[in-house]
């Protein structure tokens, strides 16, 4: 797979919504997303933007062999990025016309064109319907989360 600043990520079905941001308490996550923001000087990580509202985006790496997602790390990236990293869950809702900014962000951040992305976005289709069929287990260093 091609190595972009901005990737889909193919987040299986069974951890939809197991995450640090919906497990911890909320003060908890608030400091650290907090933390994450003032760690990167209020900038998306991605795109490198610092006018836009900021999500703490999660990234995670899969052992698809053993159905373990396991916590890499926790950056700070402004609200179109995460929508394009969450493309699947993007689709599902919102309209055409917010999916047509997303793309337009994607191949903009990525110097590509639009055929590009559709040809990156087939790729990470592939792979999360490779993934749909098993229960992840969710991972915080040693810890299982979910």
């Not at 985006?57 to 950056?75: P, R, V």
């Amino acid at each position: 797979m091609q190595r972009l600043k901005l990737r889909i990520e193919p987040i299986p079905v069974s951890t939809w919504g197991r995450s640090l941001s919906n497990l911890l308490p909320r003060e908890e996550w608030d400091e650290i997303r907090n933390q994450v923001y003032r760690e990167a000087n209020y900038k998306c990580q991605i795109c490198g933007s610092t006018d836009k509202e900021f999500h703490a985006h999660e990234q995670w790496l899969f052992n698809d062999t053993k159905a373990i997602q396991k916590l890499a790390g926790i950056i700070c990236v402004c609200k179109t990025c995460h929508n394009c990293i969450h493309m699947g869950r993007s689709k599902m809702v919102y309209k055409a016309s917010r999916i047509e900014i997303l793309i337009r962000h994607w191949c903009k951040v990525n110097k590509k064109r639009r055929a590009d992305f559709y040809a990156y976005e087939k790729e990470i289709f592939e792979i999360n319907k490779k993934r749909a069929d098993k229960y992840y287990i969710v991972k915080v260093g040693h810890k299982i989360l979910a």
